[in-house]
């Protein structure tokens, strides 16, 4: 199963599960998560490749399961419909998105009480789980940290959900199937609600959204402009799955023509009017499978209707 997955998704989890081991090995002799997570940009420990490396860094089993289930359950499908070199820039751009969006987040609270104020050197209590401690606001303000690929997870949520927005899926506790659609609203609207509700739970429910935005203001802009980024890696994921089409077309006509060899030799078998209605019939869904990628070629996925889509799909199915 996993020889399967699509280059990027595969290689981005095993990216994750990397790191995250080596986080737990190297704990004792170098703090990985402290050296990658995202720093508050107004600290000293900040540095810009942070809003890359902090996708990579997750807090516990919890986090990363749940991060790599979503983007192998979703990464998959949008990576083989975009292409791998689309869908890593929109993965890493709403990554960064969303540590953008924390950073702002973290600035209004910064800005907005007495911390800014102060100079770095002045010194604040500061109440932990030992109990209150004095710290100076530099080394304060460098304990606000985001680490988790969840921002740029959730975008690629958003991602399924525009691309295929009535495919029904179950979400668990959910008895029955949703159209992803609706699933994408639900989530956003939860975000949205722990995100004023749930301050301090040690979740980034903004850059959540951030990721979100980011990849809604991506999809957007592709659809207004679907030349402007059109990976050729994406186009020929369409033209080596059209080659395939017509090989094993090629390969069925010949084990085709084989067994009415054979069968009319023995005396039985279907007579040349049948041979010509299911050669006909053949040759009108792959035309229409044609027709299809082309239009694909030409506009982009998105410009499919719903049951050109469908159609694309079953014609997957059968190769």
């Not at 979100?212 to 369409?238: A, D, V």
């Not at 982009?300 to 694309?312: A, F, H, I, P, V």
Request: aromatic share 14%; with cysteine; charged share 15%.
């Amino acid at each position: 199963m996993f020889r399967n997955i699509p280059t990027i998704t595969k290689n981005l989890l095993i990216i994750n599960i990397i790191i995250f081991l080596a986080s737990l090995v190297l704990s004792g002799q170098f703090n990985l998560t402290e050296f990658g997570r995202l720093h508050f940009f107004l600290a000293p420990d900040f540095h810009f490749y942070q809003l890359i490396t902090y996708q990579f860094l997750h807090a516990d089993i919890t986090h990363i399961f749940f991060n790599m289930f979503a983007l192998w359950m979703f990464g998959c499908v949008i990576e083989r419909v975009w292409g791998p070199q689309k869908f890593l820039f929109y993965y890493l751009v709403c990554g960064i998105g969303a540590g953008l969006c924390q950073e702002l987040v973290q600035y209004i609270e910064y800005s907005s009480g007495e911390l800014s104020q102060l100079s770095m050197n002045d010194i604040i209590p500061v109440q932990t789980g030992h109990g209150v401690i004095q710290m100076s606001v530099a080394s304060y303000l460098s304990t606000w940290g985001t680490i988790g690929a969840s921002g740029a997870v959730y975008g690629i949520l958003l991602a399924f959900g525009m691309t295929f927005p009535n495919e029904r899926i179950f979400i668990f506790p959910l008895p029955v199937p949703i159209k992803a659609k609706w699933f994408i609203c639900i989530y956003a609207a939860l975000e949205l609600f722990m995100a004023y509700q749930s301050s301090g739970d040690g979740v980034a429910h903004v850059a959540h959204l951030g990721g979100m935005l980011f990849g809604l203001l991506l999809i957007l802009y592709w659809r207004r402009h679907p030349s402007s980024l059109n990976m050729n890696s994406g186009r020929q994921y369409f033209e080596n799955m059209k080659r395939s089409f017509e090989a094993r077309k090629g390969n069925q006509q010949q084990t085709a023509r084989t067994q009415q060899t054979n069968t009319r030799q023995a005396g039985y078998g279907p007579t040349r009017q049948d041979d010509m209605e299911y050669n006909a019939e053949k040759q009108r869904r792959q035309a229409e499978v044609d027709a299809i990628l082309d239009k694909i070629r030409k506009s982009g996925y998105d410009s499919l209707t719903k049951e050109e889509k469908q159609r694309l799909f079953e014609a997957s199915r059968e190769r």
